[in-house]
């Protein structure tokens, strides 16, 4: 288990043996000084005690930016919390202390040669024109905090595996510099939505005047001054050893926006759009049905359809095939009948009939209406998916052709071995031919071209002249004409033979062509962005129906709608083959190129993604081909306010409860989301794999006890300040513990400091409520202080039931 440790100083070298103690105030000297015993000549009886003068902050000039490891906020940060207190961490343990020429006091209070100041970011404040001296900062003095304070805001920090005792520190101090940082906090308040500028400043007025290279005086060194007081101009010029800007935004930090969250059951009209179905038109007469719900692809776990899903296949599924399948004359267009491509069926079978799937998705309006939302998002978005196919097959048939040219048998596809086998076998049959049947001396002459200056002699132009049939050597041999002996005669392949081998290499070509038509057919272009983003953004009320229902600050349940989800999918890949036929895209029309609607996590490819619909079972239902889900929906948590906006980042898992002194509490059995999606700026909805059953649970202690949500805030480096909570300041007794205190506690306005003298200063309390926790003084020194302030990660559980029906008695 790693421990961190705040510490209210560190000092090291000759800097840890000065003799005076600070006293927080006037009364210190401005510099320094350690005696030294020097020997000379190695002999002890030579010695002499010779004065050092160790460096103090009259001496520093400026700091190497590489000795600063973190701020917080980060430079040109926007949106900060203003509730946080500003922070600059060095590398060095010692470092706020190094030039500080004086020791801790018995409580261990010190302060620092350097401190931390934010002031409003305005024009002139901060001068960079001259590069041979350090940034100056002109700053109002009512922005500047105490320097009588400055003691509490400046510790070490030493991060150990478990034990914290004294001997593990300093070695940790002196060896482990990887496991030590030392820290300055400013105890400014922040207001929103304002623009900062963070400047590490002297804190004495020896190191100002060093700073701006002014000449220090007698006195700097007698007495060690502050770099500004009550008694300042109202403007004070400092010299800035590192300074950056932020913007804060909106108040409200994670646990305050998690706090106004609340548990709400959303409606059963939540998630359902009201449907028309009492005449339906096309030729259908009236139902007599009335109004139907059309559940969206997110609704309530207590919605129920009305009238029921049986009821409306069974007054409008006989009507409506008629008309797909052309029987009603009444129809001169049909409606599109969706995915019958993806079977081998001429037309939709009844209902009941396989292909079940095939039969609920056109028969039932409510499920043709998804798919027709599916059909119009291609249509809106035709151009950039016809672009993106014509762009995948090139590179298919770029891959398909660099294969081809390679010789590993592995690699080959079932084409390349087709096309290898046709050239042989045609290659073979004309060596058997035309090759083997010719003596040396032809096969010389026929080869003679393609071997160049190492062609021999009798592959030489003239030579063949002399030697053709009915040349001069051919006469002279067989006389007045008579042929010559065959061993001299080139015999040319017969034109029947040549005819042949050409017919044979056409052949070849067209096989080849129609392998690659047949390969460019089976090859279907894919889509992987999520479609619910399309669904919403071309028809927001269809993601989920009623959402502008929704009250802010709302935390709900909801569940998936997998018919609805399968429906809008088929309809996307129905009407792009459409398309694809359209443009002569080669596509034999049974491609999936949409399978994930939801944005599932990376390694979680299947979650939130339907099968192949060429592979859809014949007896299956729509609903069904979602992997991982079965017939069931999943659980979906919907987060409505600005915690997620401000947070993206932060941590929401489902966590299994557990039996505890007869009460539920979360347990350690914890599973992420499936898929996540948004919706407008302020909605945010997470989906689990759980049934709703399992998440309710029960509140007998003999059953199981259900299923928790958790919001956490992102584990992060320590970060300080107190809690924003629009309140009146309470009573000193009314806060049990450190971490309950808000901004209306310890400030008195909107834009003053944490004073550590008041009405809290040597008040005693634990660091966490409702725990047993060390307690701790308030002012005590800066590691007191830093750990009253540290804000640590906030979680939040509230279990299913809040949402949910209770079980049944």
């Known amino acids: 288990m790693t421990v961190r440790t705040f510490l209210p100083w560190v000092r090291q070298g000759l800097a840890a043996s000065t003799a005076r103690v600070d006293t927080l105030g006037a009364g210190v000297a401005g510099s320094a000084q350690r005696p030294l015993t020097a020997t000379v000549n190695a002999r002890r009886d030579a010695t002499a005690d010779v004065p050092v003068r160790l460096l103090g902050p009259g001496d520093v000039t400026g700091i190497d930016p590489q000795e600063i490891v973190r701020t917080d906020p980060r430079p040109f940060a926007s949106d900060v919390e203003p509730n946080y207190l500003a922070l600059v961490e060095f590398d060095p343990p010692d470092f706020p202390w190094l030039f500080t020429p004086a020791r801790a006091d018995a409580a261990g209070r010190i302060r620092p040669w350097l401190v931390l100041v934010v002031v409003e970011k305005r024009d002139r404040v901060l001068d960079t024109a001259r590069r041979d001296r350090l940034p100056t900062l002109r700053a109002p003095r009512a922005e500047l905090s105490d320097l009588g304070e400055s003691w509490a805001w400046a510790h070490a920090q030493v991060t150990t595996d478990g034990a914290t005792d004294r001997a593990r520190l300093e070695r940790a101090i002196a060896s482990r510099s990887e496991r030590t940082v030392s820290r300055i906090v400013c105890p400014r308040r922040l207001r929103p939505q304002v623009t900062y500028l963070a400047c590490v400043v002297p804190a004495f007025e020896a190191g100002r005047k060093a700073g701006l290279g002014e000449h220090l005086v007698a006195a700097d060194l007698v007495e060690l001054g502050p770099a500004w007081s ?11 050893y590192h300074h950056w800007e932020f913007t804060t935004g909106v108040g409200g930090d994670f646990e305050s926006l998690a706090r106004r969250l609340r548990p709400r059951a959303l409606p059963p009209s939540v998630g359902v759009l009201r449907l028309d179905v009492s005449n339906p038109r096309w030729g259908l007469q009236a139902t007599g049905l009335g109004v139907a719900e059309l559940e969206g692809a997110l609704r309530s776990p207590t919605g129920l359809a009305k009238p029921p899903r049986e009821t409306v296949e069974a007054a409008l599924a006989q009507p409506l095939r008629a008309i797909l399948t052309g029987a009603n004359a009444a129809s001169e267009l049909t409606p599109p009948s969706y995915g019958l491509w993806y079977t081998n069926e001429a037309a939709v079978p009844p209902p009941g009939t396989p292909p079940r799937w095939l039969s609920d998705v056109n028969l039932d309006p409510r499920d043709r209406l998804a798919a027709g939302l599916g059909t119009s998002v291609v249509r809106y978005e035709q151009e950039r998916l016809m672009a993106s196919a014509w762009e995948q097959l090139a590179e298919h048939r ?5 294969a081809r040219l390679t010789n590993a048998a592995a690699s080959d596809t079932q084409e390349q071995l087709s096309r290898r086998q046709l050239a042989e076998e045609v290659a073979a049959a004309l060596q058997e031919k035309h090759v083997q049947p010719m003596r040396p001396d032809q096969l010389v002459q026929v080869a003679g071209p393609a071997l160049g200056d190492a062609a021999p002699t009798q592959a030489d132009p003239a030579f063949r002249r002399l030697m053709r049939p009915g040349g001069p050597v051919a006469a002279r041999a067989g006389g007045d004409g008579a042929p010559a002996e065959p061993s001299s005669v ?22 080849l062509g129609r ?17 619910y983003e399309s669904l919403r953004d071309w028809h927001e009320g269809m993601l989920l129906p009623g959402l502008d229902g929704v009250p802010p600050n709302t935390i709900a349940l909801l569940e998936t709608n997998p018919r609805f989800v399968e429906a809008f999918m088929l309809g996307l890949n129905h009407e792009l083959s459409r398309e694809l036929v359209w443009r002569g895209f080669p596509t034999n029309r049974r491609g999936t190129y949409f399978r994930r609607f939801w944005a599932a996590p990376a ?10 619909i060429e592979e859809w079972p014949p007896d299956s239902r729509l609903g069904t081909h979602m992997p991982g889900t079965g017939t069931a929906s999943e659980l979906v948590l919907l987060i409505r306010g600005d915690l997620l906006k401000r947070f993206p980042r932060a941590l929401v898992s489902a966590v299994e409860a557990t039996w505890a002194g007869g ?21 945010t909805f997470l989906g689990f794999r759980l049934t709703e059953a399992e998440a309710r649970g029960s509140t007998n202690p003999a059953k199981h006890p259900g299923w928790f949500f958790v919001l956490q805030e992102q584990p992060s480096e320590p970060r300080f300040g107190f809690d924003d909570e629009d309140r009146p300041a309470r009573a000193v007794d009314a806060v049990a513990a450190w971490d309950e205190l808000s901004w209306a506690d310890v400030a008195e306005d909107a834009a003053s ?4 003298a008041g009405r809290w200063a040597t008040k005693r309390k634990p660091l966490r409520s409702g725990s047993p926790s060390a307690t701790v003084t308030w002012g005590a020194n800066s590691a007191a202080m830093a750990a009253i302030t540290q804000q640590a990660p906030f979680r939040i559980a509230i279990h299913a039931s809040e949402w949910l029906d209770k079980e049944d008695a």
Do not use: Y
């Open 398 to 402: 770029h891959a398909c052709e660099k």
């Open 603 to 612: 390694g979680t490819a299947d979650a939130g993604s339907i099968t192949a």
């Open 230 to 240: 009550g008694g300042s101009p109202d403007t004070v010029l400092l010299p800035v």
């Open 490 to 511: 080139h015999a040319a392949a017969p034109p029947e033979e040549a005819a042949a081998a050409e017919i044979a290499l056409s052949v070849a070509q067209e096989e």
């Open 515 to 531: 392998t690659r038509a047949t390969e460019d057919e089976r090859f279907a272009p894919t889509f992987s962005q999520p479609m």
């Open 663 to 683: 009460k539920r509490v979360p347990g350690t059995n914890e599973r992420p989301p499936t898929f996540r999606g948004t919706s407008g700026a302020d909605v």
């Open 753 to 756: 400091s944490v004073r550590v």
